[in-house]
């Protein structure tokens, strides 16, 4: 088995080559087809979140290495432990990543993806930077077909993100105002493709890149933003008369969050789901004033991710730009997504 895999934190990924695993149990091996490059690996790579005023939260701990990213992966099944049921050997599956422990309350209730003690492939496993990947339960796979390998690939993580974050803008309701998308990366690019079939809102984008916002357009945004401007939430403001019943922030980081924060008009929700880093600075008295919501949101559940592949199915949403590269570019792949010269999604093909 072939793998690229983090051995020194912040070090480039090394390739390695080790006997195939044979299943056991309910595991189930799968040839990787497809796998997407996140964000998130970044942060995995390195080892820490940025919390902001020095912080930093550890994310060495609990994982060996060497360790293989990788967490939205497609491909072919090509052997089955002898509990596995319910998936045979040629099945041609993405991988839901999220997975639980399976027996607390929170998996019993449906949401693997939050479960304190998950241990999620590509982050408490090893992942799809690699020709195969070993999975411990086929709950994990789901057929895709007729969606390309990869495409589907990136709906285990940057179109189930968005996916859930728009739900959430959904059930916080818009009311006729409009849906502001902050960063146009993977996932900001994936909601502003489901948006249409999941929001009864014009979508409006910000970014710093002119080149995504010019691609944004092009997708069907209603208006786009440049970040950089020193008056850009005067010009959102000035467009929609006042503000956006809700914004979704994509980046994560204090500038962006900061933006979409002082974006929104009375009643608004503000949905943070990006990890780039840092602190969200408030004036505490707006939140009351003005009576905004602040919400996170985390990838989605199983349920989240079977509805997401119909939605893909129904081909009302559009495919999400893709970058196809070999997974001997992995690292060039995590160097260039980190330097923001990514537009879209890179998937690794084996």
């Not at 060497?66 to 050997?89: M, W």
């Not at 993405?94 to 997975?99: D, I």
């Not at 090893?126 to 994990?140: E, N, Q, S, W, Y």
Request: net charge neutral; aromatic share 4%; proline share 6%.
């Amino acid at each position: 088995m072939l793998s690229h895999q983090v051995t020194a934190y912040g070090r480039p990924l090394e390739r390695r080559e080790a006997a195939l695993p044979e299943p056991r149990a309910a595991e189930v091996l799968l040839r990787v087809g497809a796998c997407g490059v996140c964000h998130s690996d970044i942060h995995l790579w390195e080892g820490a979140f940025d919390l902001g005023a020095g912080k930093r939260l550890d994310l060495t701990q609990g994982r060996d290495l060497p360790h293989t990213l990788g967490h939205e992966i497609a491909g072919e099944v090509v052997a089955v432990g002898p509990e596995a049921v319910g998936v045979a050997v040629g099945d041609r599956r993405v991988v839901y990543p999220w997975l639980g422990c399976g027996a607390c309350p929170r998996c019993a209730a449906g949401d693997e993806h939050l479960c304190p003690t998950g241990r999620p492939i590509g982050v408490g496993r090893a992942g799809g930077f690699a020709d195969h990947v070993l999975l411990p339960h086929p709950r994990c796979l789901f057929d895709y077909a007729p969606l390309g390998e990869a495409l589907a690939a990136t709906y285990a993580c940057s179109g189930l993100t968005a996916f859930g974050a728009l739900r959430k803008v959904s059930a916080a309701g818009v009311a006729g105002g409009e849906l502001l998308i902050v960063g146009l990366g993977g996932v900001g690019m994936a909601a502003l493709g489901l948006a249409p079939s999941v929001v009864e809102a014009p979508v409006l984008c910000a970014d710093v890149d002119p080149g995504r916002l010019v691609v944004a357009g092009r997708r069907g945004a209603a208006g786009t933003f440049d970040v950089s401007a020193a008056d850009a939430v005067k010009q959102i403001k000035r467009r929609t008369g006042g503000g956006v019943a809700a914004a979704v922030d994509f980046v994560g980081s204090e500038r962006s969050a900061a933006l979409a924060f002082g974006a929104l008009a009375p009643g608004g929700t503000l949905i943070v789901v990006g990890l780039f880093g840092g602190a969200l600075q408030l004036a505490l008295p707006l939140l009351p004033l003005k009576q905004i919501t602040i919400r996170g949101s985390y990838v989605g559940s199983p349920a989240e991710m079977a509805e997401l592949l119909a939605l893909g199915r129904s081909g009302s949403v559009p495919e999400l730009p893709i970058d196809e590269r070999p997974l001997a570019a992995a690292q060039t792949a995590l160097d260039d997504l980190r330097a923001g010269r990514v537009t879209g999604r890179v998937v690794l093909r084996a």
